[in-house]
């Protein structure tokens, strides 16, 4: 049984959820501009950015290539550049930066310890991201408050911190995601078939269990307050970035 049969549930409001969302995206294009859609191609993002695409609004895609994503998702990657109207756009990390922390580290380090994890995502992530987002006033992610207890509160226009973060799923749950993916025919991760619920680098992703909570799959080998990359973790918490 594949994602869709599994998750595709929409809440008995979903229509009017829907309704604000794409009411929210077009006002943060007129208002907000310039942003960006930061995508990891996971099943909320391909959400956001499907409903870009329908409504034509001048939003760019964004995607942190880390050079540790898994196939699958680079195999979308390359769907999304052929098929997406708005812009894709690719970040990569510093090559130089990657070779040196391999060479005094090892292959896949972020195991040994929280430091060497946030080292690796602040090479492999946040530079990448804060090149992404030079000059941007705001971007779109694809955050929901039922992803994790940290993100309970994410509002749906985020403006804690300088750059605004528009988070126009964040009442939607799972079963409306996979609602929509499944209604409009959307291309997805087929990692998410194979009980990925949340996508990242391979070395730090891993399939979940029945109950298990949705980040319950990421760096797996920490405490759970811990499981942030830095890229939606407030300034006064940052360890690394
Ligand atoms: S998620 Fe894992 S592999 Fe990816 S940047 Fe962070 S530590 Fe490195």
Redesign the pocket.
Same mark, same amino acid.
């Given at each position: 049984m594949g994602a869709v049969d599994l998750h595709a549930r929409p809440s008995k409001d979903f229509e009017e959820k829907l309704a604000a969302t794409r009411k929210l995206l077009v006002l943060a294009a007129s208002e907000f501009a310039p942003l960006k859609q930061a995508s990891s191609l996971g099943a909320e993002d391909v959400v956001i950015t499907h409903l870009v695409n329908s409504l034509e609004l001048p939003i760019p895609v964004f995607v942190l290539e880390?050079g540790?994503l898994h196939q699958e998702t680079l195999d979308l990657l390359e769907r999304t550049k052929s098929l997406s109207r708005a812009p894709v756009e690719v970040y990569r990390p510093v090559q130089e930066s990657v070779v040196q922390f391999v060479g005094r580290e090892g292959k896949?380090p972020?195991y040994r310890s929280i430091a060497?994890? $946030?080292? @690796? @995502?602040?090479? %492999? $992530?946040l530079e990448p991201l804060a090149r992404a987002l030079e000059g941007q006033k705001a971007w779109i992610t694809g955050l929901r408050r039922e992803q994790s207890n940290a993100r309970a509160e994410v509002p749906a226009i985020d403006t804690a911190e300088a750059r605004v973060k528009i988070n126009p799923l964040a009442d939607w749950t799972w079963g409306d995601v996979w609602h929509y993916i499944s209604v409009n025919q959307v291309d997805y991760n087929p990692l998410h078939d194979q009980f990925f619920p949340s996508i990242? @680098?391979?070395?730090?992703?891993r399939a979940i269990s029945l109950g298990e909570d949705f980040r319950a799959g %990421?760096?797996w080998w920490e405490d759970e307050a811990a499981k942030e @990359?830095g890229l939606h973790v407030k300034n006064e918490d940052k360890v690394t970035a």
């Open positions: 880390t540790a896949d972020m060497l994890r $946030k080292e @690796c @995502c602040a090479i %492999r $992530k990242g @680098c391979a070395p730090c992703t %990421r760096w @990359c």
